[in-house]
């Protein structure tokens, strides 16, 4: 399989300028560039958080892009041919145009899983498995409108990033001991999501967004 961005997001932004000096409570426009410039570092974070794939030149976003996949499929030592092509990005918005093997589809031809990016093969009213060739799917796909759901998780990891320089947002826990000596309990939130690794942002922050994360098998 591969791909290309062939219309990225005019802006990546998942919050407005309004909207990150609303969550910071800064007003006057002294340090809006700054600003702006850290809403987008807050986006890219959240979309690598999110594992969204990139084609290697267009940086990844949930936003709206136009996308050109293409997926070659072979038969070998009897393998089935998938029953579904998994298309590179969820949430789509439309199918632009299918062709296999340069034959064009019609849009009875398949059925589209939009939220989680699947595409099924139709003969009539039955599913069936895409056929040996050479499969090209150009589509549009992430979000044009942002999810109330997914503005709260950005407005969260905003903070905490703003926030970073007095206290790592991934601490749990600190405790102090009341008998002269001082001890330190030094706990880490765990993106269990994320395969138990540790996240550049708060376990409570990882689970807003996982009705967004791309999974990988």
Do not use: H
């Amino acid at each position: 399989m591969s791909f290309t961005v062939t219309v990225p997001a005019a802006d990546r932004a998942l919050l407005t300028l309004d909207e990150i000096k609303g969550a910071l409570g800064i007003s006057g426009t002294d340090q809006d560039v700054a600003l702006a410039n850290f809403g987008l570092q807050i986006s890219d974070i959240i979309s690598d958080e999110c594992r969204v794939p990139g084609d290697g030149i267009a940086i990844p976003t949930l936003l709206r892009e136009t996308i050109v996949q293409t997926e070659r499929i072979v038969r070998c030592d009897g393998n089935a041919k998938p029953a579904s092509l998994i298309l590179v990005r969820r949430f789509i918005g439309a199918i632009s145009s299918i062709t296999v093997d340069g034959t064009a589809l019609e849009a009875s031809d398949y059925e589209i899983d939009r939220g989680a990016g699947l595409l099924r093969r139709l003969c009539g009213s039955s599913f069936v498995d895409w056929p040996q060739g050479t499969t090209v799917v150009s589509y549009t796909a992430g979000f044009v409108e942002i999810p109330g759901a997914l503005k709260r998780a950005a407005v969260t990891v905003l903070r905490e990033q703003a926030s970073a320089d007095s206290r790592d947002p991934s601490l749990k826990s600190l405790r102090q001991k009341t008998d002269g000596l001082s001890e330190t309990e030094w706990g880490y939130w765990v993106n269990s999501a994320a395969g138990g690794t540790s996240s550049a942002i708060s376990g409570p922050a990882s689970a807003m967004l996982d009705p967004y994360r791309y999974w990988t098998v």
